[in-house]
């Protein structure tokens, strides 16, 4: 199967006054990945459906739909759970659920846990549920903010909220209960590998198209990299 090693060199504590001696080594720290994410398809597609729907069920075409709805949604829901799977407790909110009322406040609240954990503020970006979305667009704490109130008024768009990246995805794609989550591209590898997707003219014992499709993937949290995570949720009934 497909691993990969990440190595990363081990800070030392800096200590006060003249050079301690002997000198300390610098240690390797390995993280091992190995792809666990293995998905194959198959249909087919008879010349006489091609005929009858004229050309609506072309292979070509559905195989950009299978793509479409079902292997890019499957991945992008992985890789969301496995961000807030992979978040320190200490960097989840959830002692209220989110209103209109505490939507900003929240976002606030998560970002001061990264700020603390000395996180990069560039690069951050926020994954949302359109719930929330809305919820902080209804969140006058937040709307009545000067450049806010009038980039609402002329698009109707949140694009960023205090230079962080929004971008929206649907409800179904997060972990039960999570309003949104935190973090930076550089704090999860998402590797695909032999993504394949083949069409088959006559193949066979078919008269038509037999489409094929392949695709291996994972998404890891690098250790050094998780506290620039940090997740929004709803506490638990």
Do not use: W
């Not at 698009?155 to 949104?180: H, Q, R, W």
């Not at 590998?193 to 008269?207: C, M, R, W």
Request: charged fraction near 25%.
């Amino acid at each position: 199967g497909y691993r990969e090693e990440v190595q990363r060199l081990c800070a030392l504590p800096h200590p006060d006054g003249a050079r301690k001696e002997p000198s300390e080594e610098l240690e390797n720290e390995v993280q091992e990945m190995v792809l666990s994410k293995d998905r194959a398809f198959t249909f087919t597609i008879d010349k006489k459906s091609e005929d009858d729907t004229m050309g609506t069920m072309a292979a070509a075409a559905a195989l950009r739909r299978q793509i479409d709805e079902v292997i890019i949604p499957e991945i992008d829901t992985y890789r969301i759970a496995k961000l807030v799977a992979g978040a320190d407790v200490s960097h989840v909110v959830k002692d209220v659920a989110v209103t209109k009322a505490n939507a900003y406040e929240k976002f606030l609240a998560v970002q001061e846990i990264l700020d603390n954990a000395k996180v990069p503020t560039g690069g951050r970006v926020c994954i949302v549920t359109p719930g929330y979305y809305n919820m902080l667009k209804l969140d006058e704490a937040f709307t009545k903010k000067g450049d806010m109130a009038t980039k609402l008024a002329i698009t109707g768009l949140v694009g960023e909220v205090d230079g962080v990246l929004i971008i929206k995805a649907p409800a179904s794609y997060f972990p039960e209960k999570t309003n949104f989550v935190i973090t930076n591209p550089v704090v999860m590898p998402s590797p695909i590998k032999l993504a394949e997707y083949k069409i088959h003219e006559d193949a066979p014992g078919i008269s038509g198209s037999l489409v094929e499709g392949r695709v291996r993937y994972d998404a890891f949290v690098l250790n050094q990299k998780k506290d620039a995570i940090g997740v929004c949720q709803n506490p638990a009934d």
